[in-house]
Every structure is written in structure tokens, then in C-alpha cells.
């Protein structure tokens, strides 16, 4: 059972540059999630996505863009990376959106961006 | 707005004596509240949530948290610590509004010392 897995697991970007991130859950999720985590901040959240066909901004969306895929895949997009954005990025996945359940993460992609 | 306080980012403690990470939260709603994990490398792994049940909550390595409304606190505590508890510590807290969106502490560093 792979759980979440993220792709790729470090990447290195110039200033400008775009990439996606990839996040896959194999739990049958109806939520997923990003989060990003730099030091002394704990887990900023990006975008979630509720369920298939949703997807909502968080803490931190400015210079990201996320698209639900189906009900595995929940990617998110850098349109033009700065090296605000070094930081690490987690994917997330929960049963549903009711607060209760718990979040099951990947093992997270090490962006730095010069 | 939901927010989650962790007292010290960095706490040392031997091997063999209490381990108290604190944990305080805000929310205008009943809350669900969550302590993960996170070791070197890796992505969070649950310890423990609160969901309204008991209000002493037992979770995974031995560690337990008291969930204690009068206080807004959640703080976790293991009676003896190890070698293997060395790791990064999140209180969580998510809730009927917002989209159940869970926000994170800043984390707590545990130093475990020989």
C-alpha cells in the first residue's frame, strides 16, 4: 500500500522557471491537500481540494496553481518560480472533508529555487 | 479563525525522564485537534487526534495528550522518553468551518540526550 506518493522528491529551479508537482493517493481520499513547510513556520497550507471537481485557496496561494485531476491526482503548478518558493512542498490525502479524520502525507518534494 | 500556539521550539529532554510538548489552541467552534510526527526525511505521521470523545487521548509510542477545554490546551506527554522519540512534534487543529482546513503549529524540536 503506497499510501501518498510525491514526484519528484528534489528539484532544483532558476528563478522563472515553471514545474508541476505530482501527488498521487491510492486510499480512495475524497481530500487532498498542499502544504508547505519552512522552518519555524510549521505547514502552511496552499490549496486543498474538498473533492473531485473542487479545489480552494489556503494560507498561502499566491504564485502556485493546483488542479484536481480525478479522484487520485491532485498536482500543483509554480507558473514562475521565485526563491520565495524554496521551501518543502507536502501532498496530503483524508477521507473526507469533516475535520475528524486524519491526514495521511507523502514524504514530501525539497524545492530550491536560485 | 482557528489558530494552534507551541510553546518552545526546541525541547530537550533525557533519556528516561517526562516529555511534555505544549499545545494551545483557538477556535470559535468545537475543535478536532491533532499531534503528528515527523522524523528526519519524512512526511507527518499521526500520534494522536481529539474528536470530541474522551478527553484524554492515548496514542501510538506511548504518548497520550488531555484535551483540556477550560485551558485551550492540548499538550502531549510521554512518561519516559527514548532515543527514537528525537523528532519534530505538530499540533494541529481543524473544525467545522473554513472548509475543515487544518492549520499546524509552528512544530517542537525534541532533543533526546543520552
Known amino acids: 500500500n503506497a499510501g501518498v506518493t510525491q514526484t519528484p522528491k528534489f528539484q532544483v529551479l532558476k528563478t522563472g522557471q515553471s514545474m508541476t508537482l505530482q501527488c498521487a493517493q491510492d486510499m480512495n481520499h475524497n481530500s487532498m491537500y498542499w502544504y508547505r513547510q519552512d522552518p519555524g513556520m510549521g505547514l502552511r497550507l496552499i490549496y486543498y481540494s474538498a473533492s473531485e471537481g473542487t479545489t480552494d485557496k489556503g494560507e498561502v496561494p499566491n504564485g502556485y496553481n493546483v488542479s484536481r485531476l480525478n479522484k487520485r491526482e491532485f498536482s500543483l503548478r509554480l507558473e514562475s518560480a521565485a526563491p520565495s518558493q524554496t521551501s518543502v512542498y507536502f501532498c496530503a490525502s483524508s477521507e473526507a472533508g469533516t475535520g475528524a479524520t486524519e491526514a495521511f502525507f507523502g514524504q514530501g518534494t525539497r524545492l530550491t529555487v536560485v | 479563525a482557528q489558530s494552534v500556539t507551541q510553546l518552545g521550539s526546541h525541547v530537550s529532554v533525557s533519556e528516561g525522564a517526562l516529555v511534555l510538548l505544549r499545545c494551545n489552541y483557538s477556535s470559535s467552534v468545537p475543535p478536532y485537534l491533532f499531534w503528528y510526527v515527523q522524523y528526519p526525511n519524512q512526511g507527518l505521521q499521526l500520534l494522536l487526534k481529539y474528536t470530541s470523545a474522551a478527553t484524554l487521548v492515548k496514542g501510538i509510542n506511548g504518548f497520550e495528550a488531555e484535551f483540556k477545554k477550560s485551558e485551550t490546551s492540548f499538550h502531549l506527554t510521554k512518561p519516559s522518553a527514548h532515543m527514537s522519540d528525537a523528532a519534530e512534534y505538530f499540533c494541529?487543529?481543524?473544525?467545522?468551518?473554513?472548509?475543515?482546513?487544518?492549520?499546524f503549529g509552528a512544530g517542537t524540536r525534541l532533543f533526546v540526550k543520552a
Open positions: 494541529a487543529v481543524s473544525g467545522h468551518t473554513g472548509g475543515f482546513k487544518t492549520i
